[in-house]
């Protein structure tokens, strides 16, 4: 997963993730504090030594579910009738689901920690 991260004109911190990967992106920025992604990369351990088979979190937008070696993030928007597109369409989810190995995904989480702390 590539991405980089970057401050906005009023000085917010905001994560990139390349295509596929948008929505960790998003809920970076809005969401994971560097109290939270510590706490996720407690969790991901705990996942990755077996203790535990799967740890569900719930956020505003979003559920990370940290699982097998992977990880899944689902928007809460992403609930809809995929009836009522004419055929051939279809919705563009990337900006609302997206998934990983638990490895990116810690990667990701201590490199954004790093780019808070300004280290």
């Given amino acids: 997963m590539e991405f980089d991260f ?19 992106g998003q ?3 809005d ?10 990369l407690a969790a991901i351990e705990t996942v990755d030594s077996r203790h535990q088979d799967e740890i569900r ?5 979003f559920t990370l579910a940290l699982g097998d070696g992977e990880a899944e993030l689902i928007g809460h928007g992403l609930a809809f009738d ?3 597109l004419e055929e051939g369409m279809h ?5 609302h ?12 989480l ?3 920690q790093a780019f808070l702390t300004g280290r």
């Fill in 91 to 95: 919705y563009y989810d990337d900006a």
């Fill in 57 to 61: 979190k719930e956020y505003a937008e």
């Fill in 82 to 84: 995929s009836g009522e």
């Fill in 31 to 40: 969401e994971v504090d560097t109290a939270e992604a510590e706490r996720l």
């Fill in 27 to 29: 809920w970076l920025s």
């Fill in 6 to 24: 970057v401050r906005d004109l009023d000085g917010r911190c905001r994560a990139r993730c390349d295509m596929g990967h948008e929505a960790f």
């Fill in 97 to 108: 689901y997206a998934g990983c190995g638990l490895d990116d995904l810690a990667r990701l």
């Fill in 110 to 112: 201590t490199q954004w």
